[in-house]
């Protein structure tokens, strides 16, 4: 038996052994007993036994099986069929994350909001249920989470204590670490006793508005039989559930087609109710029930929550940073004068925590009367510094040189810029096909080993992009006054604001984002793959951590990497992973606005996401990137879609496109290949610039200035032959040795439920625009020196 079974079959025995009622049918320390054996594989109290060989049987059924008939279930399954008792489901975590994390500019608040989001969810939530946070932490980090986590227990014990019916026992103690599905991504899911789920639900919405104050946060529960956890919803009496016979009769009709889908035959329409009739049913009903909740709806014996937190403001006294609330301090302890609402010291406070892990309060903190406390802040550069404890081979590339120095966290991106004269990149990623997966995932263990899976994945393919393609960066002709590091002071150059679940945004030096961007998708699928090794070394505790479900491909249809992959199709590898990501790039100077960043930043991952969609009608799962060169704020006065169709589209009289992005993992890799290519042939940057200038002239015009210019070349000829024309411009059709450079064509039929007119694009714009940000490593360029054109 797996952890996850273990986990799962203790929650389902205590709820079970719990009983409907808010006292427990058995006594306490038996519930406990029966925990204890379960765990350590120990005779069960007789008491219990029954309940526990129900659950057993219920986890002994095989994926495969299902009734045809309810009688059939009924015969197989009685004990299971005449089950009483209710398990509880609880669904909840924050909403609308993005207005309140972006709600101030300054990084460090933003940074804090982020922080106060992950701390509830990794940490508070789960001492709900006794559950201590398992990262190894240094001695006075972890006395710290000891008195942080007493007094989160305290906390629930106080708001939510026992009630008269039940004098003895109160929310915490029905609650226990087995009982969490996963808690990760901002969310959570857990069973609870039947008579809790309110409570529990209640309490989760509570303790974000408490430390928060004002970000939304949603939850809500229900009950569920013994046998919906493995056959979905079923009607009271069960012999009322609409079964096989009745969907076969009904399956045409556009309701149920739109619950169940649109199978073409008789087995598509078993494995189509099969797939719906599982515990992904009651999970897509505590989502309605969480998507009207948080729309302000009224929910069956809890108070309404479509009031949000409000704090009142005046036209006449000051507001606090973000312009939002009333100020209740003034601070000019700080590099800058600073106003701040409660609400915004809190971020602040956080941020400061994060950066910097168990700093003291500041002073102007203790003196202004406040009494929250921030607690324990895991930074992700802490855990970053962990990963490369159990890695050493990536530390050693990490630190290279500055294995001996003192590394601080970037307190601001003016700092990360200084890594890229002045740049940073925005890198925005978020899964694809996760909700196809989700659907086919049928019992609470795989939803477990799913969100575990996914979060290792994520949060690990981050770490590794970072340690291979970053080092250190030595602070330069910096003029920071928001900043208490000096030049010459070495910081980790990066900023991750979330990693969660599957999303992922963090700040980068501009000129590593493509590279990283690119390992990220790249080792995401090969992590989940089991392709390449997660850790080193072990945890300090012994315990090792490694992808349980099996997410490769059984691929079907051919491998025809010519109609999607565009950059030399005779090398693409197939993509194997049934997940992948898209990810948004945007490489802008320092002091562009963040919420306009975080906007465009957006509409790129949008755009990459569409992409992925469009490929895989190509049988392409893999991820796609689309990128932005922000040079000037005003730049883009519309959205991006709009700009590149009305700025960067011509027809004339054929229609082309004069940027090819997004792209695929392997089309980015090429890339930056060819960029790489040409700054080591030593290619003069002012024919990039020129030939760019061409495109809008047409494509016959285009191309016979392109060809002008190449022969002229004295120097990059060759690599401009091999690493542009042959690598991205040759025809489609094999036996065409026409010459299209630098153009390439696409048929516009990668969709054929949705052609496009048949177009050319091109790649040297995007070239020219990430030229400055891609670098080639000082040993690999070329001694050449001399370059120009022919007179």
Same mark, same amino acid.
């Given at each position: 038996?797996?952890?996850?079974?273990?986990?799962?079959?203790?929650?389902?025995?205590?709820?079970?052994?719990?009983?409907?009622?808010?006292?427990?049918?058995?006594?306490?320390?038996?519930?406990?007993?029966?925990?204890?054996?379960?765990?350590?594989?120990?005779?069960?109290?007789?008491?219990?036994?029954?309940? #526990?060989?129900?659950?057993?049987?219920?986890?002994?059924?095989?994926?495969?099986?299902?009734?045809?008939?309810?009688? +059939?279930?009924?015969?197989?399954?009685?004990?299971?069929?005449?089950?009483?008792?209710?398990?509880? &489901?609880?669904?909840?975590?924050?909403?609308?994350?993005?207005?309140? #994390?972006?709600?101030?500019?300054?990084?460090?608040?933003?940074?804090?909001?982020?922080? =106060?989001?992950?701390?509830?969810?990794?940490?508070? =939530?789960?001492?709900?249920?006794?559950?201590? /946070?398992?990262?190894?932490?240094?001695?006075?980090?972890?006395?710290?989470?000891?008195?942080?986590?007493?007094?989160?227990?305290?906390?629930?014990?106080?708001?939510?204590?026992?009630?008269?019916?039940? *004098? /003895?026992?109160?929310?915490?103690?029905?609650?226990?670490? +087995?009982?969490?599905?996963?808690?990760?991504?901002?969310?959570?899911?857990?069973? $609870?006793?039947?008579?809790?789920?309110?409570?529990?639900?209640?309490?989760?919405?509570?303790?974000?508005?408490?430390?928060? =104050?004002?970000?939304?946060? $949603?939850?809500?529960?229900?009950?569920?039989?013994?046998?919906?956890?493995?056959?979905?919803?079923?009607?009271?009496?069960?012999?009322?559930?609409?079964?096989?016979?009745?969907?076969?009769?009904?399956?045409?009709?556009?309701?149920?087609?739109?619950?169940?889908?649109?199978? @073409?035959?008789?087995? !598509?329409?078993?494995?189509?109710?099969?797939?719906?009739?599982?515990?992904?049913?009651?999970?897509?009903?505590?989502?309605?029930?969480?998507?009207?909740?948080?729309?302000?709806?009224?929910?069956?014996?809890?108070?309404?929550?479509?009031?949000?937190?409000?704090?009142?403001?005046? %036209?006449?006294?000051?507001?606090?940073?973000?312009?939002?609330?009333?100020?209740?301090?003034?601070?000019?302890?700080?590099?800058?004068?600073?106003?701040?609402?409660?609400?915004?010291?809190?971020?602040?406070?956080?941020?400061?925590?994060?950066?910097?892990?168990?700093?003291?309060?500041?002073?102007?903190?203790?003196?202004?009367?406040?009494?929250?406390?921030?607690?324990?802040?895991?930074?992700?550069?802490?855990?970053?510094?962990?990963?490369?404890?159990?890695? %050493?081979?990536?530390?050693?590339?990490?630190?290279?040189?500055?294995?001996?120095?003192?590394?601080?966290?970037?307190?601001?991106?003016?700092?990360?810029?200084?890594?890229?004269?002045?740049?940073?990149?925005?890198?925005?990623?978020?899964? /694809?096909?996760?909700?196809?997966?989700?659907?086919?995932?049928?019992?609470?263990?795989?939803?477990?080993?799913?969100?575990?899976?996914?979060?290792?994945?994520?949060?690990?393919?981050?770490?590794?992009?970072?340690?291979?393609? &970053?080092?250190?960066?030595?602070?330069?002709?910096?003029?920071?006054?928001?900043?208490? =590091?000096?030049?010459?002071?070495?910081?980790?150059?990066?900023?991750?604001?979330?990693?969660?679940?599957?999303?992922?945004?963090?700040?980068?030096?501009?000129?590593?984002?493509?590279?990283?961007?690119?390992?990220?998708?790249?080792?995401?699928?090969?992590?989940?793959?089991? *392709?390449?090794?997660?850790?080193?070394?072990?945890?300090?505790?012994?315990?090792?951590?490694?992808?349980?479900?099996?997410?490769?491909?059984?691929?079907?249809?051919?491998?025809?990497?010519?109609?999607?992959?565009?950059?030399?199709?005779?090398?693409?590898?197939?993509?194997? $992973?049934?997940?992948?990501?898209?990810?948004?790039?945007?490489?802008?100077?320092? /002091?562009?606005?963040?919420?306009?960043?975080?906007?465009?930043?957006?509409?790129?991952?949008?755009?990459?996401?569409?992409?992925?969609?469009?490929?895989?009608?190509? #049988?392409?799962?893999?991820?796609?990137?689309?990128? &932005?060169?922000?040079?000037?704020?005003?730049?883009?006065?519309?959205?991006?879609?709009?700009?590149?169709?009305?700025?960067?589209?011509?027809?004339?009289?054929?229609?082309?496109?004069?940027?090819?992005?997004?792209?695929?993992?392997? !089309?980015?890799?090429?890339?930056?290949?060819?960029?790489?290519? &040409?700054?080591?042939?030593?290619? %003069?940057?002012?024919?990039?610039?020129?030939?760019?200038?061409?495109?809008?002239?047409?494509?016959?015009?285009?191309?016979?200035?392109?060809?002008?210019?190449?022969?002229?070349?004295?120097? @990059?000829?060759?690599?401009?032959?091999?690493?542009?024309? +042959?690598?991205? $411009?040759?025809?489609?059709?094999?036996?065409?040795?026409?010459?299209?450079?630098?153009?390439?064509?696409?048929?516009?039929?990668?969709?054929?439920?949705? %052609? +496009?007119?048949?177009?050319?694009?091109?790649?040297?714009?995007?070239? #020219?625009?990430?030229?400055?940000?891609?670098?080639?490593?000082?040993?690999?360029?070329?001694?050449?020196?001399?370059?120009?054109?022919?007179?």
């Amino acid at each position: 038996m797996t952890n996850s079974q273990k986990n799962i079959a203790i929650a389902i025995s205590w709820c079970l052994a719990w009983g409907n009622q808010r006292e427990p049918r058995f006594d306490l320390a038996v519930l406990q007993q029966m925990r204890e054996a379960l765990m350590e594989g120990k005779a069960l109290p007789e008491d219990v036994q029954y309940l #526990v060989t129900q659950v057993e049987q219920l986890q002994s059924i095989d994926n495969s099986y299902f009734p045809t008939t309810l009688t +059939e279930l009924k015969n197989n399954y009685p004990d299971l069929w005449n089950q009483n008792t209710r398990i509880g &489901l609880v669904y909840g975590g924050a909403t609308k994350i993005k207005q309140y #994390v972006f709600e101030s500019a300054k990084i460090q608040e933003i940074r804090g909001a982020s922080g =106060l989001l992950d701390r509830i969810n990794i940490i508070d =939530l789960p001492a709900f249920f006794n559950q201590k /946070n398992p990262q190894e932490m240094a001695a006075e980090d972890r006395n710290c989470y000891n008195i942080q986590f007493n007094e989160i227990r305290t906390w629930l014990n106080d708001n939510f204590p026992a009630k008269p019916e039940s *004098e /003895n026992y109160k929310l915490s103690d029905s609650l226990i670490p +087995e009982l969490i599905i996963y808690s990760t991504g901002g969310n959570i899911l857990a069973f $609870c006793p039947a008579a809790y789920v309110d409570e529990l639900a209640n309490a989760i919405e509570k303790r974000y508005t408490q430390e928060t =104050l004002t970000a939304n946060s $949603c939850a809500v529960g229900d009950k569920f039989k013994l046998l919906e956890l493995r056959f979905g919803l079923l009607r009271e009496p069960i012999e009322n559930t609409l079964w096989l016979d009745w969907y076969h009769r009904e399956f045409k009709k556009p309701l149920v087609q739109a619950y169940f889908g649109y199978p @073409g035959n008789e087995s !598509e329409r078993i494995e189509a109710f099969k797939r719906r009739k599982s515990f992904n049913e009651l999970t897509t009903k505590l989502n309605i029930l969480f998507n009207q909740r948080r729309s302000g709806n009224n929910t069956a014996n809890r108070p309404s929550r479509r009031y949000p937190p409000m704090f009142e403001t005046h %036209p006449y006294l000051m507001r606090d940073g973000s312009d939002r609330r009333s100020a209740i301090m003034r601070v000019d302890q700080l590099p800058r004068e600073t106003n701040f609402s409660e609400a915004s010291v809190r971020k602040y406070l956080v941020g400061d925590r994060a950066k910097d892990s168990l700093s003291n309060n500041p002073r102007w903190y203790n003196e202004s009367g406040l009494t929250w406390q921030r607690g324990v802040i895991e930074s992700w550069v802490d855990r970053f510094k962990l990963f490369l404890e159990q890695n %050493p081979s990536l530390k050693s590339k990490y630190y290279d040189n500055t294995i001996n120095k003192k590394v601080e966290i970037a307190e601001t991106l003016t700092q990360v810029s200084n890594a890229s004269s002045g740049y940073i990149a925005y890198i925005y990623a978020d899964g /694809n096909n996760m909700g196809g997966y989700i659907q086919k995932i049928q019992t609470p263990k795989d939803y477990q080993e799913f969100s575990q899976d996914v979060a290792l994945a994520t949060e690990y393919a981050v770490y590794q992009a970072l340690a291979e393609n &970053l080092h250190p960066h030595k602070l330069r002709n910096l003029n920071d006054d928001e900043s208490n =590091l000096k030049n010459g002071e070495f910081i980790h150059p990066f900023e991750i604001l979330t990693i969660g679940g599957d999303d992922i945004l963090l700040i980068v030096p501009a000129n590593k984002a493509l590279e990283i961007s690119q390992m990220i998708g790249e080792r995401f699928e090969k992590i989940l793959l089991q *392709e390449t090794q997660i850790n080193e070394n072990k945890l300090a505790n012994g315990e090792t951590k490694e992808i349980t479900g099996n997410y490769r491909l059984n691929h079907t249809k051919p491998f025809e990497p010519h109609k999607y992959q565009r950059y030399k199709p005779s090398t693409a590898k197939r993509s194997d $992973c049934e997940l992948s990501t898209s990810i948004g790039v945007l490489i802008t100077a320092v /002091n562009t606005p963040i919420y306009y960043a975080r906007d465009l930043v957006e509409q790129l991952l949008k755009s990459a996401k569409e992409r992925a969609k469009t490929l895989k009608k190509a #049988v392409y799962y893999g991820g796609t990137v689309d990128f &932005l060169t922000l040079k000037s704020v005003t730049m883009i006065s519309s959205n991006v879609k709009e700009f590149r169709q009305e700025a960067l589209t011509k027809n004339s009289p054929q229609k082309l496109k004069l940027y090819a992005t997004p792209y695929t993992l392997h !089309e980015l890799r090429g890339l930056i290949t060819s960029i790489s290519a &040409l700054k080591k042939a030593k290619f %003069p940057k002012s024919q990039l610039y020129q030939i760019r200038s061409l495109l809008e002239r047409g494509k016959h015009t285009a191309i016979l200035n392109y060809r002008y210019f190449r022969v002229r070349l004295k120097q @990059g000829k060759e690599a401009l032959l091999r690493d542009f024309e +042959e690598a991205w $411009c040759l025809p489609k059709d094999k036996e065409n040795n026409g010459n299209l450079a630098p153009w390439m064509y696409d048929n516009g039929r990668l969709d054929p439920k949705h %052609p +496009e007119d048949p177009f050319y694009e091109t790649i040297w714009r995007d070239m #020219v625009d990430v030229y400055d940000f891609v670098e080639v490593p000082e040993h690999e360029t070329s001694e050449v020196a001399s370059v120009g054109v022919e007179s």
